[in-house]
Nanobody, 125 residues
Framework: QVQLVESGGGLVQAGGSLRLSCAASGRTVSVYVMGWFRQAPGKEREFVTYAWWIGGATYYADSVKGRFTFSRDNAKNTAYLQMNSLKPEDTAVYYC??????????????????WGQGTQVTVSP
């Protein structure tokens, strides 16, 4: 099992920045891919970004490309989501998720077995 804990959410004005953290514990050696998703009130969960845990390419949703950056510190078993130039439409609960399996469509939430509890990001106009 892998446990995930997000932190770093908060209230920020449009144009501002936040950095979310996702600390993994437990059987972290099994983590293959980590993703970030978000869910706004009344909307479906939305893919944000994913990357292979040991390194390699990172993939972003078009809505955040150029503004958000996924990074990781494998020694600390922690991933980060740096969010710049935030917009009110970025307001959502942000979740990190992991999977130990390959050959999945990682832009879909169903690809992941483990999820954090989420952290609220609110961007004011």
């Amino acid at each position: 099992q892998v446990q995930l804990v997000e932190s770093g959410g908060g209230l920020v004005q449009a144009g501002g920045s936040l950095r979310l953290s996702c600390a993994a514990s437990g059987r972290t050696v099994s983590v293959y891919v980590m993703g970030w998703f978000r869910q706004a009130p009344g909307k479906e969960r939305e893919f944000v970004t994913y990357a292979w845990w040991i390194g390699g390419a990172t993939y972003y949703a078009d809505s955040v490309k150029g503004r958000f950056t996924f990074s990781r510190d494998n020694a600390k078993n922690t991933a980060y989501l740096q969010m710049n130039s935030l917009k009110p439409e970025d307001t959502a609960v942000y979740y990190c998720a992991t999977t130990q399996y390959g050959n999945r469509l990682y832009t879909r939430g169903s690809a992941y077995e483990y999820w954090g509890q989420g952290t609220q990001v609110t961007v004011s106009p």
